[in-house]
């Protein structure tokens, strides 16, 4: 069953109470009979995941600072032309940075719907990457 405590509990956020009562009104006695009883056999993968020990929050943290501290800053270069160049604050506002010139007014327009199709792209290489999985998913109808 699931653990009740720390930094996993707070992010499964289900009981070992909630899991019995889930199995009961499904006939399984538990959550591998349900599996064992819902995936065919033929695509069912036995072998045992090769995940290491969990990390505490704060070995989490520790180790997501190692890695953000492997980024290399840049400079920034809009683009060709703009290079070692001023650019007045009126444009760099109201134009560079006014995302009524880059996006449209509602999201079922395709301009906008791309971006947001590239952000869910982006979440779940994150997801994957942080896991370890080989892939992720995300609700093309969840905005948040």
Known sequence: M??????????IGVSNSDVEKMLS????NSIDDLIEQTVPA???????????KA???????????????????????????YHDT??????????FENPGWYTQYTPY???????RLEALLNFQTMVCDLTGLPIANASLLDEA
């Not at 327009?109 to 971006?115: D, H, L, P, W």
């Open 2 to 11: 699931i653990k009740n405590t720390g930094f996993e509990y707070r992010h």
């Open 25 to 28: 009104k499904v006939d399984a």
């Open 42 to 52: 033929s695509i069912l993968d036995r072998t045992p995941l090769n995940i290491s």
């Open 55 to 81: 990390l505490t929050e704060v070995e989490l943290l520790v180790h997501l600072a190692e890695l953000a501290n492997k980024n290399q800053v840049l400079k920034s270069v809009i683009g060709l032309g």
């Open 86 to 95: 001023h650019v007045p604050t009126v444009i760099q506002r109201n134009i």
């Open 109 to 115: 327009q395709a301009e906008i719907s791309q971006g």
